[in-house]
């Protein structure tokens, strides 16, 4: 392979960790635990939005929210009223220009975000009309916007489309991008989905030719803050769950490399990756984190391409060979 060539897949492969990274450090600030807490490092983050939507000289509203233990939780009740009694420019006027006005609408996207995210992480229904409340009046009309502004990164971040389950109620869920048990947290009970992370891995191992040193797992992991044997606040124990659990549920297969004294082992997809998604949803979800497109990764985009190919053809010909079978049946009938 030419030199140049070679250079131009490190960069790529680059800045794909660099925006994974990311992405995944703002999921874990997000969802740090107060001091009182062990297992996750930081302190509770305070997050302070300032509004513009006044008709008077009269003092801008203030949204001064502490998150804590969920990254996203609110002092006192959790409801979405408790939200909209500090709810961003709680008055009546549109921002006054149009660069404040868009710094604003990603401010209540951001607050919406931790919203929905407090709903999916407590298991409670997500209503549009306290989404809704937790935008402000002066906001409803930029309601679709901020929805879809919030939506973006929840899918970039933790791997969740943020879904309307229920049109007649204008009832809301976010669903996992993968068929993992419990809608992506695959254990039981309140807390955040492991799509996410899985999402990334998949990512790495297909960015290292499909198949990704134990090693290399970790490295990259470990540049945001996740740790073996170390617990963390979004994924608990990281080796149990990438080792034991998702190779259980057969998203990873986790294999010893052959011949290596002292033992060495890899990472590859499991039949539950092929089966549920495809190099090139990963590489959308991969160009999402990092703010490309899936071209941009152009040897792996080739790959994905392919891949696709293969695929339509498998489906044309199952297709082919069921009319074939169905119109003999019809012939001899």
């Not at 801008?60 to 009223?81: K, M, N, R, W």
Request: proline residues 5%; aromatic residues 8%.
């Amino acid at each position: 392979m030419p030199r140049g060539h070679k250079s131009k897949q490190r960069r790529q492969a680059q800045r794909m960790t660099q925006g994974l990274q990311g992405a995944q450090a703002t999921a874990a600030a997000e969802e740090e635990s107060t001091p009182s807490s062990p297992q996750c490092e930081g302190n509770t983050q305070s997050v302070s939005v300032v509004g513009t939507c006044s008709t008077s000289r009269g003092p801008q509203s203030t949204l001064t929210t502490t998150f804590t233990s969920a990254g996203i939780s609110c002092p006192g009740s959790v409801e979405a009223s408790h939200f909209q009694d500090n709810r961003v420019g709680a008055s009546e006027a549109q921002p006054s220009t149009e660069s404040s006005g868009a710094n604003d609408l990603s401010s209540v996207a951001l607050f919406l975000e931790r919203f929905l995210l407090f709903k999916y992480k407590m298991k409670q229904p997500i209503m549009k009309e306290d989404m809704l409340k937790v935008v402000g009046e002066c906001y409803e009309d930029k309601f679709p916007e901020i929805l879809k502004r919030a939506s973006a990164r929840i899918e970039a971040i933790f791997a969740l489309d943020v879904k309307e389950v229920d049109s007649s109620n204008h009832l809301y869920d976010l669903v996992s991008q993968l068929k993992l048990p419990n809608n992506g947290r695959v254990r039981a009970g309140r807390g955040f989905p492991k799509t996410g992370l899985l999402m990334n891995i998949l990512g790495l191992i297909f960015m290292k030719g499909n198949c990704a040193a134990e090693e290399d797992i970790w490295k990259f992991l470990n540049l945001m803050r996740i740790y073996a044997g170390r617990k963390h606040c979004i994924y608990g124990e990281p080796r149990k769950l990438i080792t034991k659990d998702l190779v259980r549920l057969q998203y990873l297969e986790y294999r010893q490399v052959a011949g290596s004294d002292p033992p060495r082992y890899e990472f590859l997809w499991g039949p539950k990756a092929h089966a549920e998604t495809s190099k090139m949803k990963i590489l959308e979800f991969l160009a999402k984190v990092s703010d490309t497109v899936p071209s941009a990764f152009s040897s792996h985009y080739e790959e994905a391409l392919q891949e696709e190919e293969e695929k339509a053809h498998a489906v044309r010909c199952k297709l082919g060979s069921h009319y074939l079978l169905s119109h003999t049946f019809q012939g001899h009938g």
